[in-house]
């Protein structure tokens, strides 16, 4: 199958070269000339659960994309923010067929992608594997993960599990979700916990985990995340989510990851994630009339510290 990786940072080449390693065609496409440049001349270097290793994967800097080769598939794991402009660079590699799935975190992406594909041609999902930039070309890999997938257009059933099986062929653990909706807001919750407060407090997951507060202002925000949702048609348990979000704190699974808004305002003084995460659940408390003081504080606090140390 032709894969496109579009956004090949630390998630986009953890799946490249998972795709990769089990036999698909891949190339990665990325808007970071350093990146592109290191991985065209020495390959795409991981540690990939403690061994080092090198994946020859063929690479395009997103500006230079050309027409020559249409994808089956293509993978979006940019940042949220750079969504939109990756739809548009990659249009050359798209076919009347080419399937579009979308794994980043936060929430609404639907309505960004659909100005761009056509819905039959749209399946949305989130991943639990994580990864991280070592530098440019270099990613660092470890811990196991899952992917859940759903189609957005009728019919299209039979192509997100399809889609499943061709991932998991791979090792990446995928399934198809019948409540994609679900899946996002409670994966939402992981992000609007772990990323923002491992990022405030410069910690990684298993140590907020061992403070005292971490329950109680874990359970605060999902019964927030909830409040938006159900206004969405989405009805989260909460009882469950909380212990979805929590299980990230075991530092024999994914405890000891640092979360990608982390890796993105501590490591690189980079812009966040946060206005489609908390910040999306705060737009929603707004417009719905439902309080969000945690979302909204949570939000604040990053957007301080990215001007703090002058994200851009
Ligand atoms: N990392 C993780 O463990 C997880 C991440 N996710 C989600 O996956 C999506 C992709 O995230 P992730 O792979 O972490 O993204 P990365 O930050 O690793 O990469 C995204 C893009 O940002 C740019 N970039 C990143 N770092 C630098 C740098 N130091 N200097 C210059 N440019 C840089 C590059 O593109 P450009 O030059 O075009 O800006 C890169 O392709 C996000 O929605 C994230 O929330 C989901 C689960 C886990
Ligand atoms: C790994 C995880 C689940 C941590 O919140 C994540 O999605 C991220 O790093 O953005």
Known sequence: MKIIIAGAGAMGSRFGIMLHRGGNDVTLVDGWPAHVEAIRQNGLKANFNGEDITEHIPVMLQSEVKSDTKADLIILFTKSMQLAQMLQDVKPLIAENTKILCLLNGIGHEDTIEKYIPMKNIFIGNTMWTAGLVGPGEVKLFGNGSVELQNLGQDQEDAAKDLAKTLSESGLNAKYSDNIHYSIYRKACVNGTMNCLCSILDVNMAEFGATKPAHDIVVTVVNEFAAVAKHE????????????????????????????????????????????????????????????????????????????????
């Open 233 to 312: 048609g989405v009805d989260l348990d909460v009882k469950e989510v909380v212990e979805h979000v929590e299980s990230c704190f075991d530092p024999d699974t994914i405890g000891k990851h640092y979360p990608s808004m982390y890796q993105d305002l501590i490591n690189n003084h980079r812009l966040t994630e946060i206005d489609y995460i908390n910040g999306a659940v705060s737009r929603k408390g707004k417009k719905y009339n439902i309080p969000t003081p945690y979302c909204d504080l949570l939000t604040q606090l990053i957007h301080c510290k990215e001007d703090i140390l002058g994200a851009k």
